[in-house]
């Protein structure tokens, strides 16, 4: 179900030629692939939407401790590029429940 939601976005992303989002799409399959070809060598099957979304918030984290370091650093065009993908890739989680 995910996986065709964002292969269906990263078609929806070429056509609108929309560079930031579509390479952030291909960059989620492919490490969706990977985690695949990771499950499969340990004699597991695909990964199911639930295991998807854990590693979408490892994705996730990765970006928020990396705009962590460039806005230390100073470089708030490479922090801004990790939050656009930060929000691509959080499309894709379940909304979280109010307190």
Excluded: C, W
Aim: net charge neutral; no cysteine; proline share 3%.
């Amino acid at each position: 179900m995910l996986r065709d939601d964002i292969n269906n976005a990263v078609k929806d992303a070429m056509r609108a030629k929309d560079e930031r989002k579509l390479s952030t799409l291909r960059m989620v399959n492919s490490t969706i692939k990977n985690a695949d070809i990771a499950a499969r060598g340990e004699g597991k099957p695909p990964l199911s939407d639930a295991d998807l979304l854990g590693v979408f918030q490892k994705m996730i984290k990765q970006r928020q401790e990396s705009v962590e370091l460039y806005d230390k650093g100073g470089r708030a065009e490479l922090a801004s590029q990790e939050r656009e993908e930060i929000a691509i890739i959080s499309a894709y989680l379940p909304k979280q429940m109010s307190e």
